[in-house]
């Protein structure tokens, strides 16, 4: 398919927008590069939805303003704005075949008939559903009809692909191939996507970056890896995995549990500290044990050992962990 | 809700069904059935009198205007109901309950009432013209009634709501984001309206526009008040060769055609139901309404805004405007009256023959109200304990009543009752009146039957009830509502109608309604405004009534 880095920049300015006394929007900056997958994640209300909604132009804003390759599109109606979207509820129209479905976004561009018909059999290719071409949306399965949603958006050669939450509606089995297929898509296509879940692992997998959203801001916008590794402050790095925070002297070092130790020996770490066990859970790749350390409680996520096995709760146990996986976040 | 056979134990099925069943086989079966019998000739079979409808070309031409008459109405009722549906479906829920009281207060007002109402709004010195005049619009008065635009106004006016209810339906199971795809595909307003729109609210609008032209085509009353010679239909054929020509055969046959194109609606509006489809949507989770965001309405929508204020202006026009009217003080009709008193009131509460027509039209309505709602009762029992296989078919015959033209059934139990000397007394039209209101009292007790939780009734009888004490203490008073709001709609059935009284009342036992008509059809006199404000008020008293109970019941 050749419409690989069609792609455009996207620069959000500084967006505002309230609804009654609450904050929709306070301030958001973002930017974009042209072939980006940038995921907006956050709890629901976040502004996550909104802020996806005021790019496509479904919902209007206060103050600043959205550039597509530098052009001010805050005037231009939805319909002049070339952005495909997959809605959650994938919103294929119900009494057009697939075919049609797709082909109506090329329709209202005023294709000739033929380019429209090659088209729609290159993307319905993409997306393995040339079988499924006269079938109506209600005779396929959610994944199917994803997929529908998803050749719909791509076959316009959109500026930038909206997604909302668009795989919430399928079960974890599939949620996981049709993560794989769009991150094979994406890479195919090159296009800008701009993908809003509250999942945060579908989040890491799937972005080149994530802006993490709440109260209507965008807390923090990295790589996955770096919000990960170097969260901002304590919102960011609870919000994305466990966090645990051990006192230390009047302040707080923030380390994940996978980075933790149990046991007698603690290889490799610089810091030891000592703490009850109040709990320990198999969790299949290996133990999880809640550790009290001076009434804070602590999550440690370690390989399964007889020695781990046999801890009991109530008694006391050496923990520790390397300096360096300690995280540098901020107070608030 | 499915049921053991055995708990059939305690209330047979036979005794819910017989009492109606047998009402609906002697004042309804057998008046239709010797109707056809008679049609098709009293010695001999013959298609005589259906070759003279074709041959003869008034008839023939009788036959074309009621077709077009109700596609006209049909065609209005859809246009009208698009942009009230819209608003309704966009609007806040207050203005979405001001609007939907709009719909149906035509409904729930009587058909008499209302053509009354409209005569007065547009007759030549009527309020209409009035207007137009002194604003200078038109020199001379428009002749508004009398001829096709009177019966499209009237007929349009009661029959919008059978178009609207479902349209505005289809409105709110359209998804928002159904719309906002179409948009981000690059569809603007107007394709959006014809592409997506249309065709996902056209199954709800064929659905009530086939409701609507089968309701068209058996009226009687808007076309003889409000229409000229050439807009006959055929239900005042069948009347005009009763009580003119007394060509009862011809009458008859001219019945069975309506009866057999009603009947062929019917037939077909539930193979489409059968094909109802396109309103459920592409599958995955049921998004958020279609509804108006932060955007603001299009051109269009405001446009639409506009047409729906016409448009409840015109449902509402006729029901407000008798009130003012009513208090006028001088005999000729003008808007708004020059002084106001209560002269006409006075008049209708002195007058003997109006005291004397009220009464009798709430005795019947209390009778009526009484018998329908046992017969409605028992039917729904009997129809909720029967096996699942004959239930639908039963049903539907229950509720053929209501489907079946008015003049129908009234010009049947004519010729059946006639020769009894019923029709001097008030029995004839109680009759009448009690196969017209059962069907609404079975179609509520019925919903209410299914909402109640046969587990109770279960739970009742293990802990030792016998089921006469079950009924009593555990199922009355939770179907109890669905039993008063029938008992509202049966009450309303018999004091608003006119068609059944009629032909089965004469001068001494005349109801309230007919007196009314007798009135309208000469000259409208103020004390007929008066006696329309009372209906209105009774009507209002008794649904509020019914309103106020069920709320107190529910908080």
């Known amino acids: ?332 | 809700m499915a049921r053991p056979a055995k708990a059939g134990r305690g209330f047979p099925v036979w005794l819910g069904l017989a009492p109606f069943g047998l009402v609906l086989v002697v004042l309804f079966a057998v008046p239709v059935l010797s109707l056809l019998k008679l049609a098709f000739g009293e010695g001999g079979f013959t298609l005589v009198h259906f070759h003279r409808m074709i041959d003869v070309p008034v008839y023939r031409s009788v036959l074309g205007t009621t077709l077009g008459i109700a596609g006209l109405v049909t065609v209005l009722a859809v246009l009208a109901s698009y942009p009230l549906a819209y608003v309704m479906a966009t609007v806040g829920p207050r203005a979405r309950s001001l609007l939907m009281l709009l719909v149906l207060l035509p409904f729930w007002t009587s058909a008499l009432v209302r053509t009354t109402a409209w005569i007065i709004l547009l007759q030549s010195n009527g309020v209409v013209n009035a207007l137009l005049m002194g604003s200078g619009l038109t020199t001379t008065p428009t002749a508004f009634i009398y001829n096709l635009s009177g019966v499209l106004i009237g007929m349009t006016h009661v029959l919008m709501p059978f178009i609207v209810l479902p349209l505005y339906a289809a409105f709110s199971n359209l998804e928002l984001s159904t719309v906002q795809a179409a948009e981000s595909l690059g569809a603007g307003p107007i394709t959006v309206f014809r592409r997506i729109i249309l065709p996902l609210t056209a199954p709800g609008v064929v659905a009530g526009g086939m409701i609507v032209f089968m309701n068209a085509i058996g009226f009687y009353l808007t076309p003889a008040l409000m229409g000229g010679p050439g807009q006959t239909m055929i239900a005042q054929m069948i009347a005009s060769n009763i009580n003119t020509e007394l060509n009862w055969p011809f009458a008859a046959a001219l019945a069975t055609v309506l009866l057999v194109a009603t009947v062929t609606m019917l037939a077909l509006f539930q193979r489409f139901f059968g094909l109802e489809r396109l309103i459920e949507g592409g599958g995955g989770k049921a998004g958020e309404p279609f509804t108006v965001t932060s955007r603001g309405r299009s051109p269009g929508g405001w446009a639409a805004i506009v047409a729906a204020c016409l448009v409840g202006a015109f449902l509402i026009a006729p029901i407000i405007i008798v009130f003012p009217m009513s208090l006028g003080s001088s005999p000729f009709l003008a808007f708004p009256p020059d002084s106001y008193s209560l002269t006409w009131y006075e008049n209708f509460f002195g007058t003997t023959k109006w005291v004397a027509a009220l009464t009798r039209s709430l005795q019947i309505a209390g009778l009526v109200v009484a018998i329908s709602v046992v017969l409605g009762t028992l039917a729904a029992l009997g129809v909720a304990r029967m096996r699942p296989r004959w239930r639908s078919t039963v049903e539907t015959i229950f509720i053929l009543p209501m489907i079946v033209p008015v003049i129908i059934l009234a010009v049947g139990l004519y010729y059946l009752l006639a020769p009894t000397g019923l029709v001097g007394s008030i029995w004839g039209v109680t009759l009448g009146h009690v196969v017209l209101a059962t069907p609404y009292v079975f179609i509520t007790v019925r919903a209410a039957l299914k909402s109640f939780d046969g587990n109770l009734e279960f739970a009742a009888l293990g802990l030792g009830a016998s089921w006469a004490t079950m009924f009593r203490r555990v199922m009355l008073p939770s179907i109890a509502p669905g039993i008063a709001a029938g008992a509202v709609f049966a009450f309303i059935t018999s004091f608003d109608d006119v068609i059944i009284a009629l032909f089965l009342t004469n001068i001494r036992s005349r109801t309230l309604p007919k007196l009314m008509y007798e009135g309208v059809a000469h000259e409208i006199d103020p004390t007929i405004i008066a006696a329309s404000c009372l209906i209105i008020l009774v009507t209002v008293l008794v649904l509020g009534g019914n309103l106020l109970l069920t709320k107190r019941k529910t908080t």
């Open chain 1, 1 to 332: 398919m050749n419409i690989s880095a069609l792609g455009k920049a996207v620069s959000i300015q500084s967006l505002g927008k309230s609804y009654g006394s609450t904050r929709a929007l306070d301030g958001v900056s973002l930017n974009i590069a042209a072939g980006e997958f940038c995921t907006l994640l956050g709890a629901s209300g976040s502004g996550k939805t909104t802020l996806l909604k005021t790019i496509a132009g479904f919902e209007t804003y206060e103050t600043g303003q959205i550039l597509v390759d530098g052009v001010d599109v805050g005037p231009m109606p939805v319909s002049k704005r070339n952005i495909g979207m997959v809605f959650q509820n994938y919103a294929l129209f119900p009494h057009m075949s697939v075919r049609r479905n797709v082909a109506f976004g090329l329709e209202m561009r005023r294709l000739a008939a033929k380019e429209i018909e090659n088209r729609v059999d290159e993307v319905l290719a993409l997306v393995d559903l040339t079988a499924y071409a006269e079938r109506l949306p209600r005779q396929l399965s959610g994944g199917q009809q994803q997929r529908v949603a998803l050749a719909r958006a791509l076959v316009i050669r959109p500026d930038i692909l909206l997604m909302d939450e668009p795989l919430g509606a399928l079960d974890k089995n599939l949620r996981q191939s049709i993560q794989l297929e769009l991150k094979r898509l994406h890479a195919a296509v090159g296009a800008t996507v701009v993908y809003v879940t509250h999942d945060q692992e579908e989040a890491l997998f799937l972005s080149d970056r994530i802006a993490l959203m709440d109260k209507g801001r965008i807390v923090q916008a990295s790589t996955p890896r770096g919000l990960y590794e170097k969260p901002a402050n304590r919102f960011v790095a609870s919000f994305l995995g466990e966090c645990n925070f051990i006192p230390s002297d009047g302040q707080e070092i923030a380390i994940r549990p996978e980075k933790l130790r149990v046991g007698r020996d603690l290889p490799g770490c610089d810091k030891k500290l000592e703490g009850h066990v109040t709990a320990v859970n198999f969790i299949g790749r290996g133990f999880r044990v809640m550790l009290d350390h001076r009434g804070a409680e602590l999550a440690a996520e370690v390989d399964a050992s007889d020695e781990i096995a046999a801890l009991r709760v109530g008694t006391p146990v050496a923990f520790g962990f390397r300096s360096t996986d300690a995280m540098d976040i901020a107070s608030i």
